[in-house]
């Protein structure tokens, strides 16, 4: 059984979301339907928690919402973990990590943190089809990060979002 937790995810603008979805649409269009993380919108992970934390972090969000400025963010590579996640990654700026520090503990070892968007997660022969797809549909934009937001998950459950100011 997965074990449910809760996730703190940073939110990017609209344009953002639109050239990260039609990315994942040009999967669909060559019949790739794994799981292309469609269970919330695209996002970068900021940590992972345990249930019983869900107060404390509202609490956390709220507050470093209301003193962090929009993020500009620049979406310049695409990577794999293993050969069972495809993702799309921005260059780490001092504002990205200034946002995901106060999540960190819930990565015991810093270096386990990758900023990055998850395009299809999968076994590695449909990822090793889905890679050229992604690289021909790819290249490097910029946007913004607007808004975190918490999310239980499995199954899903919308919480919190903020905004940043």
Request: with cysteine; hydrophobic share 40%.
């Amino acid at each position: 059984m997965e074990c449910k937790r809760l996730y703190v995810m940073a939110q990017y603008d609209e344009e953002t979301e639109i050239r990260l979805n039609k990315i994942k649409k040009s999967l669909l269009d060559a019949g790739i339907t794994g799981n292309l993380a469609s269970d919330f919108p695209n996002h970068i992970t900021l940590g992972s928690f345990e249930l019983d934390k869900e107060s404390e972090l509202k609490n956390k969000i709220r507050k470093i919402c209301k003193s962090t400025k929009k993020i500009p963010i620049s979406f310049d590579n695409i990577g794999l973990f293993g050969m069972k996640v495809l993702f799309i990654a921005p260059s780490v700026t001092y504002e990205l990590l200034n946002l995901q520090e106060p999540f960190n503990h819930s990565y015991p070892d810093n270096f386990n943190w990758v900023a990055h968007t998850t395009m299809i997660l999968d076994e590695p022969d449909i990822i090793q089809k889905a890679l050229p797809i992604v690289a021909e549909n790819f290249s490097s934009f910029s946007g913004y990060i607007e808004s975190v937001v918490l999310y239980e998950y499995s199954p899903s459950r919308f919480i919190l979002k903020e905004n940043l100011i």
